[in-house]
């Protein structure tokens, strides 16, 4: 254990999160995702003992998203509905990370689900959760921590 860092952050998650580099992403998927397929030998961290939004929130809490792109959250559109549709688990989850000042509703992305899987395919690792909420699926573009840019 280590103070200030949520418990649910396992060392092989937290060595992941140290290990990526901005602009890499990582996945957040629900328990019905084709983790290990679309991983081809990438990590996979498995949390299947927790939700999707909990999974999120504890990687949120250290993660720092990209401030130079305009959507750095993406998420998994629910098939056969009409664009600007979001699940009300989506909803939630976007106003969870919101309410904790990590994105705003415009910096995410809702991707079809085949244009998902195929940018799952760049990702740097997958967090494989045990959440039963279809279409329960995050992708979250690492940024930096830095100090100002000298002049």
Partial sequence: MLKGIDPLLTPELLKVLAE?????EIVVADANFTAYSLAAGKPVIALHG???????EAILSLFP????VAQP?????????PEGHLSGFQREAIARMQVAGWAQPAQCEAM?????YERVRGAYAIVHT???QPYANF???KGVISEPLRG
């Fill in 20 to 24: 990526m580099g901005h602009g890499d």
């Fill in 50 to 56: 927790v939700g999707t939004l909990r999974a999120a």
């Fill in 65 to 68: 998203l990209d401030e130079h």
């Fill in 73 to 81: 959250v993406a998420y998994m559109q629910v098939s056969g509905t």
């Fill in 112 to 116: 079809e689900r085949f244009a998902f």
């Fill in 130 to 132: 045990g959440e039963l």
């Fill in 139 to 141: 992708l979250f573009k």
